[in-house]
């Protein structure tokens, strides 16, 4: 066993564990900050220096309790999350220190995982925090969630909300490769500029601006044939008043939900009748015996240009509650991620 | 041509005409109800007497104004509906004066139709008016809707609501026949019982007096993998949130909400992305390359036995809007339909 940083039960690790189930906004308040020996990974564990850790919307839901496709985060346990670090110490022969690897990090300075549950990457192919945004679960989920949900077609309408964010970046990109007109919507003239220029969108709507049924309308004047929903709310309605016939509705999240007392469903679900169109709901996890197939495809049009990714990169772990609400109030802008310790 | 009736002319042809676009239930000053010469067919048009009117949960979509599967029924013009009814005059040499044929024939006394629009019904085979509901466009509707959208397996367990309506008494006998575990609600005793010892539900919730969500989850141990709507509201959430993995929703219609100033959405639709399942709507018109198959398939079925029936007949003509709204209050036991004339 290789020990580069000195006796590990004598490393220090920080933790955010869950101490209350929040109402409405997540808030530090619902956390307890604690600092803990890192311990040591026993046979077929490594224990991992988490370098960066991946904010995503799905965090808010595993803070409820309630049965969902996971189970909800226990009071008490560490905050879920997933994570890219370095291992320090490995007790399993397919895994060596100072590997990079991916896995369910949780929001802490070390994490002591299965070595069969985490995903080596290669730091010289992509920056690392690439690995948890268009490389990683966010790009397996827009992959998985447009081509096997949505099915484009060339030459369909394809609009996608939180056109910049980590998902909906890349479910713009994959439906520009398949051939399809895309309409993004983000909030804000840079997120629409970079939507739209760097993204290769055919238009993008600034929803904090513009009125979105009238500008939807004009960009999509034969209809909607997919709609990528990452945020739910009064956008999925007015889309679904625009569908095509036989349209795919991929229900991917509903962000501007999440942090909402009273949740609010689609009231023109009944477009569906209309349009004998569809609604479907997935996780990532569904495809998991498909992930290589993802992560090559991700990978090839990534290192041929096609791909194209931004991280907003923020300092420090005992900035997790705050450096979360940004994600729910739509201040990142690219796949959100922290640094929580230097490469 | 054939005028076994006299001069055609001289027939006097009651209708109802939409009068206003209905707030709310429908009611009889959204009607006009007039009476007019019953005119004569031209090349290719027969002259029917309408016999049976069809009485039906969509017949309220088509009065509102705006885009839907179908156009809305002008005002000024005739209510549209589906009837069957007895021809008296053919300028069509498939069709023979004595026909009995069914057709959109609106609600009035007699009907001039384009002959390749109508479908002969052969009154020894079954009682005319189950030619507007088992074996008609409810029937279809639910042997599309339950085989096409909800492609169910032997031992899933299959929820139907409205379940002893037209379109439901089909839907829960067919998924019988695919060897489904069926679960049927209904509003009231007598037709619980119905749907239980007549239609072979493998269990029936009164909704008007049990707690469905309690009953749902003690008859649905292992999840809801089919759910066949007819009523959308609250008991569409409470199904969402009792779905089976890959479950699929079928949405046929939404009769609790179509009187409603307030259309309420399903606020549980994240159940579909928590269980990666689907919701679908469609119209039986979608169908219509295929309706020789199903009418093919629900005749067998009702000549073995397999497939049974229920019809609620009301007398007159003049009963129409009041008779509509029987439908919207669940106070219809069976198929709805009004005898218009003595066969």
């Known amino acids: 066993m290789c020990e580069p940083e000195g006796h590990m039960s004598a490393l220090e690790n920080r933790q955010f564990r869950l101490a209350a189930r929040p109402a409405g906004m997540v808030k530090r308040s619902d956390f307890e900050f604690v600092t803990v020996p890192a311990g040591e990974p026993g046979p077929g564990e490594v224990l991992v220096r988490v370098l960066y850790l991946s904010l ?6 595993w803070m409820n309790a309630g049965r969902s496709y996971i189970a909800p985060v226990g009071l008490g346990d560490v905050m879920r999350a997933g994570g890219i670090g370095r291992v320090v110490a490995s007790q399993d022969p397919g895994v060596a220190a100072g590997d990079i690897v991916g896995g369910m990090t949780g929001v802490q ?30 790009g397996l989920t827009a992959y998985f969630g447009l081509l096997d949900i949505g099915r484009p077609k060339e030459g369909e309408t394809v609009v996608v909300s939180a056109a910049s964010g980590a998902v909906g970046a ?6 520009k490769i ?84 009273a949740f609010q469903g689609p009231r023109n679900y009944l477009s569906l009748l209309v349009n004998h169109a569809l609604m479907e709901g997935f996780v990532v996890f569904d495809y998991l015996p498909r992930y290589p ?41 690219g796949k959100l991620v922290i640094r929580v310790a230097p490469e």
């Open 293 to 333: 197939e993802g992560r090559q495809a991700l990978a090839e049009w990534a290192s041929s240009g096609r791909l194209r990714a931004r991280e907003h990169i923020v300092d420090g772990l005992e900035t997790f509650p705050e450096t979360l609400q940004m994600l729910f109030r739509g201040e990142n802008f």
């Open 109 to 138: 300075d070390y994490a002591i995982l299965k070595a069969r549950e985490v995903t080596k990457a290669d730091p010289r192919l992509a920056p690392l925090p690439r690995y948890l945004g268009a490389l990683g679960m966010p």
């Open 170 to 175: 890349v479910a713009v990109q994959i439906a």
């Open 178 to 261: 398949k051939g399809c007109r895309v309409v993004g919507i983000a909030g804000g003239p840079d997120k629409c500029r970079y939507v739209a220029e760097e993204l290769g969108c055919d238009a993008a709507i600034d929803y904090k601006k513009e009125d979105v049924r009238e500008a939807l309308a004009r960009h999509c004047p034969k209809g909607i044939d997919i709609y990528f929903d990452n945020v739910g709310g009064e956008i999925l309605d007015i889309v679904l008043s625009l569908l095509a016939r036989r349209a795919r509705v991929i229900i991917c999240g509903a962000i501007s939900q999440y942090n909402q007392a």
């Open 56 to 61: 995503d919307p799905a965090m808010r839901g």
